[in-house]
């Protein structure tokens, strides 16, 4: 269950992030609505992921792997550019949340 506790902080930081462009400083209610819920979620999702992983662990693969889903949705929905840069790291991102799920013996398998 941790784990899809810690997916549903995951994808809710990615929605409320997402829905920060389309807020354009909070000046759209609807957009600026979705950046709260979101961010609410998240860290809540996130603190019941923390009864059962380690802080560090978790908040390595949250921001991770909600830092390489935001530069997919940048690049899908708002047409951003990435370089080989910005997918090397985003593929350095990937392998490291891989070793600390697979490996590391502070989070439980």
Do not use: C, N
């Not at 759209?28 to 662990?57: C, D, E, M, Q």
């Not at 935001?70 to 392998?95: N, T």
């Amino acid at each position: 269950m941790p784990w899809l506790f810690l997916a549903v902080g995951i994808v809710s930081e990615v929605v409320a992030t997402s829905a920060l462009k389309a807020a354009e400083g909070f000046s759209r209610i609807g957009p600026s609505a979705l950046v709260l819920v979101g961010y609410g979620t998240s860290f809540y999702f996130l603190s019941l992921t923390l009864r059962s992983i380690p802080v560090g662990v978790a908040y390595a693969i949250w921001s991770g792997v909600g830092m390489a889903l935001i530069g997919a949705v940048g690049w899908v929905v708002y047409h951003q550019a990435l370089d080989r840069a910005a997918l090397a790291g985003m593929a350095l991102i990937f392998a490291g949340v891989m070793v600390l799920t697979l490996f590391s013996r502070a989070v439980p398998h």
